[in-house]
């Protein structure tokens, strides 16, 4: 039996990266697309969102391209940020604080170099209930053995220390990409919770090699740890929601270089992508087609999240996504600005606003 | 106190893709500029090299272009491969016989499904004393786990079953990229040796993620491998010489498109690459500098080579190897081909023909 079609209340995206200027005017129309109305935006600009009025600002730009969907603000970890900025992020309604270890991503060169500094920051965080959303991977060293493959492997003591230190700090482990990174959010109470992006639930380190519209960080790395995350995404129960982490980069800085930059765009696919990764791993044999609910699309493609958040959607708004012949379609092009999308050309699931 | 200079013979190069038309016109001329004078020649062309006629017309024509190299051939191990061509091709002083798997790398589509079928052409090849010579990758396979990380570690069984279904025959496992492969050429018998390249020295997985001019079959592997491959060289006593697997890929097949062909150009700098890696595995720490003897040296950049494939260098032709302050230059322009160096721009040693 075809799996779907399925009418879901509006998708929320827990992990979005907008950018600014030309690029964000290209990609904020595309959110919807995707069958979201609810994204939560990454501070990594240049240079990055580190206050308050920062972010208001930013809200304000990303609100002038497209009113219709509501934007989560966020603030990125770094020495300016004190617990009194924290207090004050609050009272302006800014959901979280990203933390990004220096130097691993796109735009982290002012990321932290210890969690213990920042402990006064997240002993405020847990009193205003900010939400500390982390990317999980630990700088590479040869010296030490740590690449880009078990980067987030070697994270995660660093998550179950700060989970036990702030037992009440709400911990979004973000783009998890491995069956060890499941298995520690599992491992942690009901403040923890894990993001999963849509390509992951795709790709393996053979999919990005030599591929640079599948390279991102962290990484894909095997399929066994690509079969844990899609046996996380059935098995949520709420532990685990989308957060696509769809991460726009011109054309020329993915396939015009030597080296190219990190990052797999998602956006106008959020939902459709969900459902044809879900799919795929039906055919092959990893989950079965029983395991993907009603119940379980609803939770995992917006109401776990907005219940983690504590974000409720007073639109009304619903989709339907259904299995058509549409294909992820060319490329997005913007003022001086033009984007591939992650499977180009390929079959996917369809939106639709009802 | 600093290493070198040092005087050796001329160094051989037992692992090359020189190609064909404008962009073997191209590469061809750079061999001697790495101090080689002896080629050993990879048969993936398209078509592939599968018979004596192809392999001395393929080597009149580089010959043509640079005759003041000895290019040693070899046949691409393919089902229109017999004993009988086995034997024709040991008249015609042709090398060896090289085996891809199907489809793990450049133009590997002809390639070996299944080694059994060719035992009675590996006998005759162990009756003749044709070498052969092994990718040693298997395919990927994401319901077995296979991928291009462990595809190297799990064709090591195939290499065992061969040395002891063969022990006369003797094989190259080449361009070896893991401590499982160092430790599986060691563990057979003198019949079996392995090659190493100079990008493997250098790379490990973080280096080629996103660096399309470091990407390579099989790939960098983790700090670890590469320790075990540099103390694979210095312990080599024999059992591991230099075969670069200098690949060129016109610019626009690494850069140009999403997909980026493997295969790292080392070609005008194997001596010098060679000596900058173990330089710098010694400013890690990783060997002694006492490791680096001429002894040494003379053996893994040619001598070692020569003896496993019984081929004497009388040209008496010798070089110098130095640190000054080259850096590798730009990149190698040929009729319609363009072709970006291993590490351009950045510096390395000096080969002098004296």
């Known amino acids: 039996m075809p799996l779907g079609p399925f009418e879901l209340p509006a998708a929320a995206d827990f992990h979005v990266h907008l950018r600014d200027g030309p690029m964000s005017a290209a990609v904020v129309p595309t959110i919807r697309r995707g069958g979201v109305n609810i994204a939560y935006v990454m501070p990594n600009l240049v240079p990055p969102v580190t206050s308050v009025s920062q972010a208001m600002e930013y809200k304000a730009r990303l609100e002038a391209v497209d009113p219709s969907v509501a934007y989560l603000m966020t603030l990125y970890l770094h020495e300016s940020i004190t617990p009194e900025v924290v207090r004050e992020a609050k009272m302006a309604s800014i959901s979280g604080i990203k933390s990004y270890p220096a130097g691993v991503t796109t735009n982290s060169s002012s990321g932290v170099l210890s969690y213990e500094p920042f402990y006064p920051v997240f002993a405020a965080m847990e009193e205003c209930g900010l939400v500390l959303n982390l990317h999980g991977e630990i700088p590479s060293d040869q ?26 700090l709400r911990i979004v482990l973000e783009h998890c990409s491995t069956k060890d990174a499941v298995e520690a959010v599992r491992a942690c109470g ?13 790709l393996t380190v053979d999919d990005w090699a030599g591929e640079v519209f599948s390279f991102c960080k962290p990484v ?14 059935v098995a949520s129960k709420g532990k685990f929601f989308l957060g696509t982490d769809s991460a726009p980069h011109d054309i020329s800085a993915k396939k015009g270089k030597g080296k190219t930059a ?38 995992f493609l ?50 639709e606003w009802i």
């Open 220 to 233: 894909a790395k095997t399929p066994e740890d690509r079969t844990a995350l899609l046996h996380a995404l």
């Open 302 to 351: 917006g109401g776990y999240g907005r219940r983690f958040y504590g974000v409720e959607d007073r639109s009304g708004q619903r989709i339907r996504l259904s299995k058509g012949q549409e294909v992820v379609s060319g490329n997005i092009v913007g003022e001086g600005v033009e984007v591939v999308p992650f499977r180009s050309g390929q079959q996917t699931w369809t939106v």
């Open 143 to 168: 010296k030490q053995g740590i690449t880009i493959l078990n980067a987030e492997s070697k994270f995660l003591p660093t998550l179950k220390l700060l989970h036990s230190k702030f037992p009440r």
């Open 190 to 202: 009901d403040t923890v919770v894990g993001t999963l992006t849509c390509h992951h639930l795709f």
């Open 262 to 299: 990190a990052g797999v765009f998602t956006q106008p696919y959020a939902c459709q992508l969900t459902m044809t990764a879900l799919e795929e791993a039906i055919e092959r044999g990893e989950i079965k087609e029983s395991d993907v609910t009603q119940e379980l699309l609803e939770g």
